[in-house]
């Protein structure tokens, strides 16, 4: 499986429907593509011009990340191994890396979610 993920051009996680608590997370994850990608594309490195998200996100964020695919280890493949990697929500996708900086408050500091950290978002 290494190797299929390591030769695929992108890899989409596919959460499941969009919900109105996916909804916040995906319009919050899209304005930061936007700004990141004003930036250079998207850049592991640069961090998105953004302000932490409020609560109402990170409560969102919070249900989201309850969601199966995150429970399951078999997923760390996919997240190791992809060289693009995509998260979508219903019809919305942003990239991966968008995910685990807002879940970081976009400064790779302190987490903005009080529930558990999946392994899938510490790499």
């Known amino acids: ?3 299929i993920y390591g030769q695929a051009i992108r890899t989409i996680v596919y959460l499941r429907e969009e919900t109105p608590g996916s909804r916040i997370v995906f319009r919050e994850l899209d304005e930061a593509a936007k700004a990141l990608g004003k930036q250079c594309g998207y850049c ?5 011009d953004r302000p932490q998200p409020h609560a109402p996100i990170a ?4 249900d989201l990340i309850l969601r199966p695919w995150f429970r399951r280890v078999w997923v ?3 997240v190791y191994a992809s060289k693009s990697l995509n ?3 219903g019809s919305t996708q942003v990239p991966w890396i968008l995910l685990r900086k807002c879940m970081y408050g976009y400064s790779n500091h302190d987490r903005i979610t009080k529930g558990y950290e999946p392994y899938a978002l510490r790499i």
């Not at 592991?44 to 998105?48: A, F, I, R």
């Not at 409560?59 to 919070?62: F, M, N, S, T, V």
């Open 44 to 48: 592991d490195q640069l961090e998105p």
């Open 76 to 78: 760390l493949q996919e």
């Open 1 to 3: 499986m290494d190797r």
């Open 59 to 62: 409560e969102a964020l919070d």
């Open 87 to 89: 998260v979508m929500c």
